[in-house]
């Protein structure tokens, strides 16, 4: 069996990354960053809006997402992998039908994006595991994770040389864009660590212009509480209406940051499968949303991230997304939705009937 060690264990850990399916992989050190010092300040300003996942804390009290080695002291070194998930379909930016709506270019994939990285990552880490003489084998610590780790997986993927955090605070590779799903493997493995990808937005402030809610506060500094995505997927009950005019026609997330960001004019296409759309995903119709019966909305998104905002909210969306379409055609359903059993939706279909009628 082939052993390697060293060097040639950083450059082994590489080609099974990109043997597993990945585009961009790097290593990160397993220390605290300087850009995690402001992750405290962040929550405590309320920035997290309800994603209460994100204040996860230790039994001292402090954030397990500000520091690695709270969670994790037996890390010596972040692996970062990361695959684009870009499929051959128009930006948000570039359609405007009145009866359609958006849904995030991320959530579109058959399968669900977690499972497809993870499996990815198992394999990554099988790869290296093998290879490792018997005594490190032994005493070899791994966790991979996407999403699901407490920790802010893209300040280790910046560190990892993967790609530089824009303005958006989005994770941008010059080459491939910043359409990237990332995974994690923390290992007990001590690798030679990447350098840190340099900032390459410059004097450019399209996505801080283009976005809809004024969510990007300052450079590089998101109020999740104003950004369409927390609010189309993490806000439960109704929306505030200050932002409703704001959402379009989002009724799952938004990638108006994304698909206005230069380098993703040219961002190529994943060769992943599992990430081409399932049917009716891209700009779907408002109207189908918005009457979807509990069994096709089951049927429809399982195993979708879609799930997350669960029927009521995505017909609540709809519902806000119809009173900003300008399309009166609407106006029959919104009425029908406005004795809904669910409050938030029928509180929204009243809003867009008065939108519409204004
Ligand atoms: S996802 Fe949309 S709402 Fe959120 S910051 Fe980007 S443009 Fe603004
Ligand atoms: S749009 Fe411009 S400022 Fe925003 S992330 Fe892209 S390059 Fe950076």
């Known amino acids: 069996m082939m052993r390697v060690s060293g060097t040639d264990l950083k450059t082994f850990v590489k080609s099974a990354a990109e043997q597993a399916g990945f585009d961009l992989a790097g290593i990160a050190p397993a220390r605290d960053a300087q850009e995690l010092e402001y992750f405290p300040e962040w929550i405590a300003a309320g920035r997290a809006g309800d994603m209460k996942y994100l204040e996860a804390r230790d039994e001292k009290g402090d954030l397990k997402r500000a520091s690695l080695a709270r969670v994790a002291p037996w890390a010596r070194s972040v692996i970062v992998c990361a695959i684009n998930y870009n499929t051959a379909h128009p930006y948000s930016t570039e359609l405007n039908d009145p009866e359609r709506g958006w849904i995030s270019r991320y959530a579109w994939s058959r399968e669900d994006y977690h499972d497809a990285v993870l499996r990815r990552l198992k394999k990554v880490e099988a790869a290296f595991r093998e290879v490792l003489p018997e005594v490190q084998q032994a005493n070899l610590t791994t966790r991979s994770y996407v999403d699901t780790g407490p920790i802010v997986e893209r300040v280790f993927a910046k560190y990892a040389g993967v790609g530089w955090i824009g303005k958006n605070t989005c994770i941008i590779s010059q080459k491939k864009g910043s359409w990237l799903f990332l995974g994690v493997i923390l290992t007990s493995l001590e690798l030679a660590p990447d350098l840190p990808t340099p900032d390459r937005c410059g004097t450019c ?22 950004c369409i995505s927390y609010l189309t997927i993490e806000k439960r009950a109704s929306i505030p209406e200050e932002f409703r005019a704001g959402m379009g026609r989002h009724i799952f997330g938004c990638d108006i940051c994304q698909d206005v960001c230069p380098w993703n004019r040219k961002a190529p296409v994943t060769n992943a499968i599992e990430f081409e759309p399932r049917p009716g995903m891209v700009n779907p119709a408002l109207a189908w949303l918005a009457e979807m019966p509990a069994e096709d909305f089951r049927e429809t ?23 900003n379409s300008a399309n009166a055609e609407f106006l029959p359903l919104l009425q029908t939705m406005a004795d809904d059993e669910d409050e938030a939706v029928a509180e929204s279909a009243r809003w867009s009937i008065t939108r519409l009628r204004s």
């Open 301 to 323: 998104f399982r195993g979708s991230p879609v799930r997350r905002t669960k029927r009521a909210g995505l017909r609540r969306n709809a519902a806000i997304a119809m009173g």
């Open 205 to 226: 402030t399209r996505c801080i212009e283009a976005c809809p809610t004024n969510a990007i506060v300052a450079p590089y500094q998101l109020d999740s509480n104003r």
